[in-house]
């Protein structure tokens, strides 16, 4: 174990002709890597979350937008941008909450067009960098979001997070988890209190195994004892990720975030998201407007292939709930913490 974050894992790689990911649904009993080389397995590997958080989907989805298309015929421009929108669309479908999935596809169909001029082989060969330097300016952004948002954390600080934030979710570093490694790399004595996060329990299987390889002190909770917490005074403050910003800065993230928030709220304690920029959706002009994915059933009613529920039992999963702006204390972002007024703030960042 080591607690130099510049040694933090990578979720995701790409190697010579094909993509190598760590597939998180075997975390935290084995570390298996999948080697994927067309569109349909990497589409795959996001849908089953085999790769997950928005910023790590969005590299994902690069880099599979190139493997859907690097064999396509090479005859003409207008056949090629077809066959383009439809794989760029068959990726967008697999997860639509995270606004970073489809920020990486239309990124890449922007540069495509910018470059129709040129011979399709060459086209390729453009993409493939341009999904490259998506996933270099996510590891350099995430870095930078954790060593902005560490003023935020008091020199001796016990900090509740959910989900999962951290390399895994990311390029490198992670989001919220960025900041409580920079914080703790600081020499501030960081203690994290890590939510469960049902029913996937993104905490406790991985937020929680990044944290002990890199020797940060915590203890898992269950998601229902983080208002306890809280009433006691052990809780300084609460930090999470984001996975779609609506242009008022209400926010997606994991289902559990919003009961987080008004709890901070309750008990007079700062509420932070850390996120990219290119997490904030300018078209969306509230929360109300971020399509929310609902997943199957099983995932509730099973976990691990053991029956968890009756037989027969129904359950609802919705994977992501919504945050008014209201309880948001700051958003830390690579180019600093933003602080409300978000819609003013956004409007200063986006139009300048």
Not at 212 to 240: C, F, H, Q, W, Y
Not at 264 to 275: K, L, S
């Amino acid at each position: 174990m080591s607690n130099n974050i510049d040694t933090a894992i990578q979720s995701i790689e790409w190697r010579e002709d094909h993509v190598r990911i760590l597939d998180q649904t075997y975390l935290p009993r084995r570390e298996v890597y999948s080697e994927i080389r067309d569109v349909g397995r990497m589409w795959e590997a996001i849908k089953k979350l085999r790769i997950r958080g928005a910023p790590a989907i969005g590299i994902a989805a690069a880099y599979g937008l190139y493997l859907g298309i690097k064999d396509l015929p090479e005859n003409s421009f207008e056949s090629f941008i077809v066959e383009v929108d439809r794989i760029a669309e068959y990726l967008e479908g697999a997860r639509p909450t995270a606004v970073n999935l489809k920020w990486a596809t239309d990124r890449i169909k922007s540069t495509i067009h910018a470059h129709k001029d040129k011979d399709i082989s060459e086209i390729k060969e453009i993409v493939l960098q341009t999904a490259k330097t998506i996933h270099d300016e996510d590891k350099r952004t995430c870095k930078k979001i954790g060593e902005n948002g560490v003023e935020l954390i008091p020199k001796e600080a016990q900090v509740l997070t959910h989900c999962n934030t951290g390399s895994l979710a990311t390029g490198q570093y992670g989001t919220a988890l960025s900041v409580i490694l920079h914080a703790y790399e600081q020499g501030k004595k960081t203690f994290v209190w890590v939510d469960e996060t049902r029913p996937l329990l993104q905490g406790s299987r991985l937020t929680a195994w990044e944290l002990m390889n890199a020797e940060v002190p915590m203890k898992i909770i269950t998601d229902s004892s983080a208002g306890l917490l809280m009433r006691r005074g052990e809780v300084d403050l609460v930090i999470v990720g984001a996975d779609r910003i609506a242009a008022n800065g209400d926010f997606a993230n994991k289902i559990g975030t919003y009961p987080l928030a008004v709890l901070a709220r309750e008990n007079e304690i700062p509420f932070y998201v850390a996120a990219p920029l290119s997490t904030i959706d300018m078209e969306i002009e509230t929360g109300n407007e971020i399509p929310l994915e609902e997943r199957e059933q099983d995932e509730v009613l099973n976990y691990s292939d053991a029956q968890i529920a009756p037989k027969k039992a129904e359950a609802y999963n919705p994977a992501f709930d919504i945050t008014p702006n209201k309880y948001i204390s700051g958003i830390v972002t690579e180019e600093g913490i933003i602080e409300p007024p978000f819609e003013k703030s956004f409007k200063n960042i986006f139009e300048d």
